[in-house]
């Protein structure tokens, strides 16, 4: 996860209003998974989506879609991304070999109100960060349903000691 500090500060210092899931939250509830990119539940509003985009940006971070990446600060375009693409995540990527990517959820059974609630503070090094609760979590991986998706949910129960 160290890949992903710079953005994680600026993140925290810009009080971006975002939870860590997916496979690095996985890791950080106790469980192990080989993952390479982050992905994050973020707050919808304009003005948070907006701060999030210019500090990838500003990060070197890119998009592949041919879209300007501030319009996933427009509601409309969004869910016409969710209804008409089946949109699940927007990505930003990190140089044109670099496998360093961030993936904001823009589609998700657990809103951001929802898992804020639920959200546990994992510190790491000097950060404190937002991570998905184990009950979010589950919901988020079982909508998923794919193999691996199973398999995080029954490594993390057994991570945390549940069956």
Do not use: C
Request: aromatic share 8%; glycine share 6%.
């Amino acid at each position: 996860m160290i890949i992903y500090e710079e953005v994680l500060r600026e993140f925290n210092r810009r009080k971006v209003k975002y939870i860590i899931v997916g496979g690095i939250a996985m890791n950080l509830l106790g469980g192990y998974r080989n993952t390479l990119d982050m992905d994050v539940l973020v707050e919808m509003s304009d003005a948070n989506l907006q701060k999030i985009v210019t500090i990838l940006k500003e990060l070197g971070y890119s998009v592949r879609q041919p879209v300007d990446p501030f319009l996933i600060a427009d509601k409309n375009t969004r869910n016409d991304w969710v209804k008409n693409k089946n949109m699940k995540a927007f990505n930003f990527y990190k140089g044109k070999r670099s496998y360093e990517e961030v993936d904001i959820i823009i589609d998700s059974p657990v809103s951001y109100e929802r898992a804020s609630k639920n959200m546990v503070k994992v510190k790491v090094g000097r950060m404190t960060l937002p991570v998905v609760s184990v009950k979010d979590f589950i919901k988020m991986k079982k909508h998923a349903g794919r193999e691996k998706d199973l398999l995080d949910i029954k490594e993390v129960k057994i991570a945390r000691g549940r069956k």
